[in-house]
């Protein structure tokens, strides 16, 4: 880990006329980390990094960069350079050129050498596998090689931080998981800081350390991607990240971090996000948690609605008497197919009960 | 179906030769080796130009045009340039206000124009000279300018300008290494149109020349008199000049290195020229 690259947002706010991008957050940044900002689009996570670097103004609140406050500096005075997602490469400038460009700003005397400036464009272009389009112009480029070039350009002044902004949002799938092990690679290479900002859950679980997952303007949770995936802290969290089926329960009791529900007549032991005994909760399960077995009057049982291949398993949604369920099984089931489900003793998370809005499914929708 | 495209492509080339046959009359008149304004031509010749450029008043008239011209590009180019980034880099009510006005010299006849600037010139006892001819066609022209260089800096990506920034370029930095040189050739095809109209601009000129004659008053002033084949010559002249300067812009921006970004003012240019 390095010891530059820390970033402390201090409440942190930010309107746009009446309406509100950024509800008062804060949020540490660890040095060397690469930290993703996630959720749906319209949830303040690209506000939040513009006001990192400098391109939006917070209304109230800091941003401290290694303990020195640098609210109130142009973005071309803090030590941190960004990643675009539409890559804003200057079009009438050689890929070379664009790389260099941040070494030919400023005093003439404080800029480094021809030579200097040629070397480490050299070091870019390897960095990011790029040594033969030197040459080219930005129009010549896929979109891959687009982007590649948007992060050696960014990098070349050494930031103790780099912002990416959803840099990988206008690639082709194959392209995006390639440089998505890239921005890995050169992460590790360099233990810059990567402030990374996506709506894409398995973008942000596959390759961050930390996930700030955003709503509506506030963080509704902080941890690393284990975390966010088993533990959720929110219903928000819940229905965003993965896809889990939700159940309307009654709390009997709860106690040592869990909670002892009913959902339909089946009673298990779910951990518990803050309900309250004889209260109604939302209890999620896991599609991995649940098993499809033989049709059995002690179980719930539905009705196989869609069955979808994804590779690996498949996926069926179930009609169940209370509510829709998701599983994943190894065989296909035809749909209109009567099933049991199961789950173990000790499965799913229950969280204070709430009228249930689809979010979940929209967040793949952008 | 086939009927149909039939008779689209008889009217598509009924149209073609209804534009094009008026200048092929008179460029192929202005090399004809006789007299006479009429067919068949009587073998091909230069005598028509060596005629009018032994003319010492032709001559006159055509630094007077070119002279008009360039200045009138240059003053508009600027004039316009500037209005532009205003209007565009700037909204509010006030400028979008200020940008349907600089409009207007388009939709107002240009007789009345020469009329206003003849009124106003009298009120202020203005001498009319090459100034007043040079004001008249900035008057004209510069909402050409505002158009095409305020189009381009609408549908050019901002976002550019912000990774320069993000570099660690002042805005002062962004402006000449970025915005300039990505709407220069919008600017220059703008000044190119600009120097088209003012070259053959006749009725506002006519208004506020005085005693300088354009080439455009000069031809007038021939056709007074005769019709003689050196007036071919001279329509020769009149079209190719600002086609040659339009050609020259599209050259220069299709050698170009970033085609994408270039390729959409020389469009334009060629649509407004």
Known sequence: MSTTGAVSIRGVSKRFGPTVALQTLDLEIPPGSFFSLLGPS?????????????LERPDTGTVSADGENITGRPPERRPFNMVFQSYALFPHMTVADNIGFGLTIGAKRERPSVRERRER????????GLESLSGRYPSELSGGQAQRVAVARALINRPSVLLLDEPLSALDRNVRFALREELLRIHQELATTFLFVTHDQDEALSISQL????????LEQVADPQTIYRAPATMF?????????FFTADVRACGDGRAEVDVGGRRFSASDAGVAAGGKAQVMLRPEELEAVPPDPARLAGVVDTCSFFGAHFEIMVQTPLGPCRLHVREPRAPGDTMGIRWPDRAGIAYPWEEVSPVGDESEAE | MIGRSRLLGAAVIALVVFIWLPLVVVLAFAFNGGSNLSWPLHGLSLRWFRLIFGDEAFRSGLKASAI????TALVAGTVGTTGAFAFARRPSRLSSALESGSRIPVMLPPLFIGIALVAAMKTFAIDPSMWTIVTGHVIVTTPFVILIVG???????VTVEQAARDLGATPQTVLRRITFPLVA???LGAMVVAFAISFDEVLITNFTSGTTQTLPLFVLSRLHRTIDPSVNAIAAILLLVPWLAVGITLLWQRTRPSRSSAAAPAEELARAA
Do not use: Q
């Not at chain 1, 319209?42 to 400098?54: E, F, M, Q």
């Not at chain 1, 969290?237 to 089926?245: D, E, H, L, P, V």
């Not at chain 2, 008009?68 to 200045?71: D, H, S, T, V």
């Open chain 2, 185 to 187: 050739p919008s600017i």
């Open chain 1, 121 to 128: 464009v050299v070091e870019m272009l390897r960095l990011v």
């Open chain 1, 237 to 245: 969290t819940a229905r965003f990240i993965g896809a889990g089926s």
């Open chain 2, 68 to 71: 008009a011209a360039f200045a």
């Open chain 1, 42 to 54: 319209g949830c303040g996570k690209t506000t939040l990094l513009k006001i990192v670097a400098g």
């Open chain 1, 211 to 218: 996930v700030g997952v955003m709503n509506d303007g506030r």
């Open chain 2, 151 to 157: 189009a381009r800096l609408r549908n050019y990506d």
